[in-house]
């Protein structure tokens, strides 16, 4: 089925299909797909707060530890994002994200038990497989609540997950690795245990809480009510990929997210490592340090964006994509100065600077892409995009900075696993973000027509 022959099935959604659902219920299932995200970044991003304890008690130097902590969970969880997203396009998307989130949350706690190097990734493996299912089926369940016109803002919102969880993944986990603070006491009542041990129990838990709550509170929709979409049984992957080909916009879009990822969630696995050889931090100084820019800087962004884009000037889709072209262009600009200087105090300010960067495209793109997608391709659309963009951030990311500071500390003859060999590695990272701007510049071109022939609706 090609791109023009789909739209000819296609039907506009009915009145009544539009109003079934009341605004209060959408924005709950807004809530609650947030909270999904929140616990998927910070179980999945914990992992570099504690990252330099964990190579410690192991013994690995840097390429074995992102081998050991960060790269087998990333295979896993975009190779297992195919099949669980062809589920979630024809079955019961709040059963499966019910599923995946006790599933990731409970081997996320067994991460905290394991006493050696193979047994901790073989642990990351499964939490890489839960979440592999949580995401997709989120974007898809949300653009069945929320029309075309409101959802770049609603995924915007959904986003607010990212610099969440991202702060219970570096102040939280910090403080929790340290000993302080209620967190810590938490987690020696329920795990019976202290250090980095502790992170991933008390971030484990409450998923499988959240897991329960989602199956009894949330009802599933019906698939494409909100907009023109085909009568016929949900086109095969073949099919889906060729007409996703067929959209350049959202191919490019695709390309300039993954660059995003690679840049902002690239650089930060190593940050926290970075701050606590450059100036001698605990993993809870790192934290507390990077934390508040996560919670504070990123939601700002995040909620500040999700206002802008709401607004009437940014009707036309591409004026959106301009806008996310020149905020991660600029922010490139102090990521390069954070591993180049040798001060705290200007390093503090450039952060300030780089991490709400690294949020405030995450919704806009995600509620592009859903309007680039016909209903019932969404997750595969959206599986497409965390595939490409979590290779970036999640396996080439980790690996080569690992790599890159492995190999700079044989040639220059410094001591292994040094601050000198890591800040060139992050150094060679941090212009990536340059090109992402460019694909985001770049993929407006066949926006417009794009929209149309996906959903249906045209941008007046």
């Excluded at 990351?124 to 089926?137: C, K, L, M, N, S």
């Excluded at 049984?233 to 073949?238: C, K, N, R, S, Y």
């Excluded at 995040?302 to 020149?326: H, N």
């Excluded at 951030?393 to 220059?412: E, K, R, T, W, Y």
């Amino acid at each position: 089925m090609d791109n023009e022959q789909y739209m000819k099935n296609a039907t506009p959604a009915t009145e009544a299909e539009q109003n079934t659902t009341s605004m209060a219920v959408r924005w709950y299932i807004l809530i609650m797909m947030c909270m999904v995200y929140t616990l998927s970044i910070a179980d999945r991003y914990c992992i570099s707060t504690v990252l330099e304890p964990i190579r410690i008690e192991f013994g690995l130097n840097d390429t074995q530890v992102s081998l050991a902590a960060g790269i087998p969970l990333a295979i896993f969880y975009v190779v297992f994002g195919f099949p669980l997203s062809w589920l979630i396009d024809r079955g019961n998307r709040r059963n499966i994200i019910s599923i995946c989130i006790v599933v990731w949350s409970a081997m996320t706690m067994l991460c905290g038990k394991a006493r050696f190097a193979l047994a901790f990734m073989l642990a990351r493996i499964g939490v890489g497989i839960g979440e592999a299912g949580g995401t997709p089926g989120a974007n898809s369940i949300l653009s069945d609540y929320f029309t075309a016109r409101l959802r770049p803002m609603a995924l915007t919102v959904f986003s607010l997950g990212a610099p969440i969880g991202a702060y219970l993944a570096a102040s939280f986990a910090g403080d929790v690795a340290d000993g302080h603070g209620w967190a810590a006491h938490t987690a020696t009542a329920v795990a019976g245990t202290h250090g980095w041990r502790s992170v991933f129990i008390v971030l484990g838990a409450p998923g499988v809480i959240a897991g329960l709550l989602i199956y009894f509170t949330v009802r599933e929709p019906k698939r494409g009510q909100l907009d023109r979409k085909s009568d016929e049984a949900t086109p095969g992957l073949l099919e889906t990929f060729r007409f996703l080909w067929g959209q350049k916009s959202a191919v490019k879009s695709m390309l300039a997210s993954a660059i995003t990822a690679f840049w902002g969630w690239g650089l930060m696995y190593f940050t926290p490592t970075f701050l606590q050889r450059t100036y001698a931090m605990t993993p809870g100084e790192a934290g507390n340090l990077t934390g508040p820019m996560h919670l504070y800087g990123g939601i700002a962004a995040t909620v500040f964006t999700s206002w802008l884009i709401a607004q009437p000037w940014f009707k036309d889709p591409r004026r959106i994509t301009w806008l996310m072209g020149w905020g991660v262009g600029l922010a490139t600009i102090p990521s390069i100065i954070i591993y180049s200087t040798h001060s705290l105090v200007l390093a503090k300010a450039m952060l300030w600077i780089f991490v709400p960067s690294i949020y405030f495209y995450i919704g806009p793109c995600f509620g592009i892409l859903n309007n680039l997608s016909p209903p019932p391709m969404r997750a595969i659309f959206c599986a497409t995009t965390l595939f490409v963009a979590n290779f970036g951030n999640l396996i080439l990311a980790p690996a080569m900075g690992g790599l890159l500071s492995d190999i700079s500390a044989q040639v220059f003859q410094w001591n292994p696993s040094s601050a000198q060999s890591l800040r060139l590695a992050l150094l060679c990272i941090a212009p990536s973000g340059f090109l992402s701007a460019y694909y985001f510049f770049t993929c407006t071109r066949t926006m417009l027509e794009d929209q149309e022939r996906a959903i249906g609706i045209p941008v007046t």
